[in-house]
């Protein structure tokens, strides 16, 4: 996870300039705390292992969070639905 870690956030920052927040309001109302701890953890480069690892659960659990926040997000990849969380909390 260390190795990916700088080529993630070069990409969340790229993608992050780009996308705005979601227009469905507040990310704080649209995803559970789960799903923004998974989501934080993905901006911080971990993949889905190691975030699992981290919080205790498989990382199959860590997907569906994923899964689910790109759905609420409305976010075609992880990457984007991280970047989208990031933009939202910057924008506070």
Do not use: F, N, Y
């Amino acid at each position: 996870a260390t190795a990916l870690r700088p080529r993630v956030r070069a990409d969340l920052r790229r993608v992050s300039s780009t996308i705005a927040a979601p227009q469905r309001g507040s990310v704080d109302g649209v995803l559970s705390a789960r799903e923004r701890e998974v989501l934080a953890l993905v901006q911080s480069g971990l993949s889905s292992a190691a975030i699992g690892h981290r919080l205790g659960v498989a990382s199959t659990t860590v997907d569906s969070h994923v899964r689910s926040a790109m759905r609420k997000l409305d976010a075609p990849t992880r990457l984007v639905a991280a970047a989208r969380m990031g933009a939202e909390d910057s924008s506070k």
